[in-house]
């Protein structure tokens, strides 16, 4: 569903609204936001002006005037100081607050420029992980609400660095599908459910291939790691955020898995503190070892309310 293209977003066909990467002052301004309020017509910032301007992360709604498409979403993207002072976060919160602003607006089609990259100064790279990832994680929690999210990006080195990201979230659903032996049609049925099991897991699951890059974060995982950068370690090597004693653990494992199709599963660690067990389990498709995940879980039932339905 998420699509990339390079271009004018002011000269996309067939969506519903686009984004603006405006200023707080929502008068218009350089970049996309000078392109956006030329294309569309000075009725825009007759419009812009009754909105008493927008916080940065905030996102207002506009008609779209002479656009091609019917409404301009104007976010305020974070001005990049260092990356220290919240930046990160006020980005995520564009892409979010433009997304769930769009619901509520019956918007099923919306397409974004890379919002922060230009005058704002966001470094490319880091803002293409988090708008990519930040996206993929809001359609994920909001199903059947768009048809189509795609990126207009005006230069061919930006388009790149988004397309790594999306290639990254790519690479990870087919990991999914390696996982199990079903077959392809099986596998479309199925895709839903794994995801959906891994996900609910309160203890921490992360999948690796065998060069130990991290292909999968479940929520909880991402909670455990988030001293190491949570969401961040995504394509990263899961050695990074051991200790080198935790490093020849893991490898010996790895070899132990290699040596038959039998071995499978091995308890490599028990966290007193947190009364957690920590364990590898290979991954294989039919008997070919690809991958393996590692799990932190708790060894007493944990103190959860039950049956708070009732
Ligand atoms: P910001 O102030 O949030 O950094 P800019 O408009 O300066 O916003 O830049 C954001 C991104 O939008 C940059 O990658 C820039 O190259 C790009 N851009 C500029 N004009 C357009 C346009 N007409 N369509 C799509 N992207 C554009």
């Known amino acids: 569903m998420i699509e990339l293209v390079q271009g004018d977003i002011t000269k996309v066909e067939q969506i519903d609204a686009i984004v603006n990467a405006a200023n707080s002052s929502l008068l218009g301004g350089g970049g996309v936001d000078g392109a956006i309020h030329r294309a569309a017509g000075e009725e825009l910032l007759f419009e812009c002006r009754l909105l008493g301007g927008c916080k940065t992360g905030q996102a207002k709604i506009t008609k779209a005037y002479k656009l091609p498409c019917k409404r301009i979403i104007h976010t305020v993207g974070p001005v990049w100081n260092g990356g220290s002072h919240n930046e990160d976060q006020l980005l995520a919160d564009c892409y979010i607050n433009s997304l769930k602003l769009a619901i509520e607006n019956q918007i099923r089609t919306i397409a974004f420029p890379s919002i922060s990259t ?91 291939n065998l060069e130990h890059e991290i292909i999968y974060m479940n929520p909880s995982a991402i909670e455990n790691y988030r001293k190491w950068g949570g969401r961040e370690l995504l394509g990263q090597s899961l050695l990074n955020c051991h200790n080198q004693q935790s490093r020849d653990k893991i490898e010996k494992v790895i070899e132990w898995f290699k040596t038959s199709k039998e071995h499978n599963m091995v308890y490599t660690f028990y966290n007193q503190k947190q009364n957690k067990d920590v364990y590898m389990v290979a991954l294989r498709d039919q008997d070919r070892l690809i991958g393996y995940y590692e799990k932190h879980e708790y060894r007493n039932a944990e103190t959860m309310k039950f049956y708070d339905l009732w």
Do not use: M
């Not at 230069?155 to 790149?160: A, G, P, S, W, Y």
């Not at 099986?186 to 309160?202: G, H, M, N, P, T």
């Not at 203890?203 to 690796?208: F, K, M, Q, T």
């Open 118 to 208: 230009g005058i704002y100064s966001f470094p490319v790279a880091r803002a293409a992980k988090i708008a990519v990832h930040t996206v993929d994680q809001f359609l994920k929690e909001h199903p059947g609400c768009f048809d189509r999210v795609l990126w207009v990006l005006f230069d061919k080195n930006t388009k790149e660095s988004y397309q790594k990201e999306v290639d990254l979230i790519e690479k990870n659903l087919d990991l999914a599908d390696s996982v199990t032996e079903s077959r392809q049609t099986d596998l479309q049925v199925f895709a839903c459910f794994f995801q959906s099991v891994i996900e609910q897991d309160r203890s921490a699951v992360v999948i690796c």
